[in-house]
């Protein structure tokens, strides 16, 4: 198996950088894809960096995750707080998976400090803007590196 993550973006995380600045700056989703496809190679891994606006691409990808990375890094966006379905689909595939958000959602509306995500998730990582994704990439690589040996 390949040294390989899949990095999956969701819903209106293509919009980074024109987006309510005031909440998650100005940093785009392609700053972000090149800071984890660095932080990778820097490991040794690979970085397979998606984004999708639609539930059901997400879902696939997250099976496709199974033949194709050792584990997989999302932020699922607004389907964060609404879908079982991701639940369900990171549980199919049992790969570990790091949850991350760029802001603090446990600051932010009621609405948003539930997660359907986190109880299927390895650890979740929120309110530290894009660094959350680097960070993630390495506990991750540590992760499936330690579990090897
Ligand atoms: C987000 C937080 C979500 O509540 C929100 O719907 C997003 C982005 C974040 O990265 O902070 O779209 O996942």
Redesign the pocket.
Known sequence: MTNTLFVLN????NMLGLREPG??GSTTLNDIRDMCLEKAASMGWTVDFRQSNHEGVLIDWIHEAREKSRGIII????Y??TSVALQDAIRAVSLPVIE??????HA?ESF?HHSYVSPAALGVI?GLNAKGYTVAIEALVEHLEKSQA
Do not use: F, K, Q
């Open positions: 969701g819903p209106n995380l909440i998650y932020n699922p966006a607004a964060t707080h991350v958000h760029l802001s603090n959602i932010r948003r929120c």
